[in-house]
């Protein structure tokens, strides 16, 4: 049960109550905090960031630039946003949830089922912190403590592809990916799969990014196969070893085939 609350008038605010209360979390839309058992525990002390950081969405030269307190149902109503990270957002179910969730309490609560997370590295997108401008790996890398204050997007890649796979809209997912390729200036391809529900974090995985930048994965059927050679997910009440294998190798190569087709 939540026993001490504090109100941060800024994003200096947060920090220095952060610094104070080492124990204390970022309450930002609630959704994740409070959602307890089996997702977590209730924290004890809270640190309520609705006042220190931003909700706008803006668009700088080729960049777009997302508040952390923006609440996913902007991010799924903004024009701004690419239309991967609409549909990410999107996924989460139902419109009460969104309107309360903010895209910065999604990266920091780090789920590995994140339908967020996965799009945003799809995207290339950084993150804007105290300590500076942040990849979204790196964030989690670090055990996704610091106060995110916003996100960048850059420039768009030439092809995205956000999917998921879960039993009904409102149950946990046992897919979610995301998939990008972008064409450098000699015409190689750079690409990025991502994956999450497959491990205690979001994964990349480099392997199959390779054999599509080297032209060696060219069919769908070997695509599934670098997949489900890459991923190892734990059997649970969403299913099997075996089910979780099959059913991410064949969505996220057919994501991959949908991203070669849009590129071609
Ligand atoms: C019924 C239900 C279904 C859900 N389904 C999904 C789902 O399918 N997929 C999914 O990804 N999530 C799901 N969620 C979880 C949750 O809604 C999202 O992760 C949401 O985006 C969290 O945002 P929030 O603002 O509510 O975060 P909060 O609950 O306020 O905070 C979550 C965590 O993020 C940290 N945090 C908050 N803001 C920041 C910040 N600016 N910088 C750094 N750290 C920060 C906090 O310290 C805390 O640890 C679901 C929740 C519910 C209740």
Redesign the pocket.
């Known amino acids: 049960m939540i026993q001490n609350y504090y109100r941060a008038s800024d994003a200096a605010d947060a920090i220095a109550l952060k610094k104070a209360h080492s124990q204390a ?11 307890g058992a089996p997702y977590g525990k209730t924290p004890e002390i809270v640190i309520d ?1 609705h006042d220190a ?1 931003s909700k706008t969405i803006v668009k700088e030269g080729v960049e777009i630039i997302i508040g ?2 923006a609440t ?1 149902q902007e991010v799924v109503d903004s024009e701004l946003i690419p239309s991967a990270l609409k549909e990410a957002a999107a ?4 419109r009460s ?1 969104r309107n ?10 780090a ?1 590995p ?4 997370i996965p799009t945003l590295i799809a995207l290339s997108a950084t993150l804007g912190t105290a300590y500076g401008r942040m990849q979204v790996e790196e964030y989690l890398e670090q055990g ?1 403590k ?4 916003d996100i960048c997007l850059p420039e768009q890649p030439d092809s995205i592809v956000a999917v998921k796979e879960s039993r009904s809209h409102i149950a ?2 046992v897919v979610s990916a995301a998939v990008s390729l972008r064409r450098n200036d000699n015409k190689s391809l750079r690409a990025c799969v991502t994956l999450g529900c497959v491990a205690s974090r979001t994964l990349r995985l480099r392997e199959v990014e390779q054999g599509l930048e080297s032209g060696t994965l060219k069919f769908r059927e070997d695509m599934e196969k670098a997949i489900g050679a890459s991923i190892k997910p734990k059997s649970d009440i969403l299913g099997s070893v075996g089910y979780k294998t099959y059913i991410n190798s064949v969505v996220v190569a057919d994501a991959i085939v949908r991203c070669l087709e849009e590129l071609s």
């Open positions: 979390v970022f309450l930002a839309g609630g959704t994740q905090i409070n959602r960031i950081l952390a307190m996913l996924f989460i179910p139902t949830i309360q969730a903010s895209i910065g309490g999604n990266i920091g609560a789920c089922d994140s339908y967020i996704n610091e106060l995110i204050y946990p997912p």
